[in-house]
């Protein structure tokens, strides 16, 4: 599961690779570390016009979470998730610069578990969007974002999960197909287009 990605593109970088956008500003912050709770960048759609807003990272969970906010959408047929991946306007795009996994085995001399970052092999345009859903609240709006079965890559550290990542081609797709052209969406990222960070 992650829990943990950096957004550290400036505004013009973003533009460059989703167009432009409303809710322009000079530049954004610096997000290097971006855990469950925290505010976010995320694009969506609004009455045909893609929209930056923050919001915070994570569902207000169920009764079976324990109330913990639930970050990632794992089961596409879950009726948690169904309603919002049947309405377009509900998703959006999560803009990532990298994401992390945590190892399995802490290490021995400290008891704690390694950060294993990835993302993009091009270094001149590490920019790219998980695929994500968002919800509206009583004084703040929520995401999260789809999560599928690991590349190779990825699960070599982490074999359960990694994040759904979308090539430039398939935003529009993600944000405007039917419900079953968008879920086909959720699908490890190619090997080849990825590195992992020291």
Sequence with gaps: MCNLY?????????KKLFGGFEGDRANLPSYDEIYPGRLAPVLRREEGTL?????????????????????????????FWRSALNRPDRRCL????RFCEWSAAPDPSTGRKFKHWFGLKDEAAPLFAFAGLW???EE????AFLTCAPNTMVGAVHPKAMPVMLAADDHDRWLDGETDEACALAKAFPDETMTQFA
Excluded: C, H, I
């Design 140 to 143: 703040k709006s929520y995401f």
């Design 51 to 79: 929209r930056l807003d923050e919001m915070e990272w994570g569902f207000p969970g169920p009764q079976a979470a324990k109330g913990r906010p639930v970050t990632n959408v794992r089961n596409l047929s879950s009726p």
């Design 135 to 137: 919800r509206p609240g």
């Design 94 to 97: 999560v803009p990532v610069t």
């Design 6 to 14: 950096s957004m550290t593109a400036t505004v013009d970088e973003m």
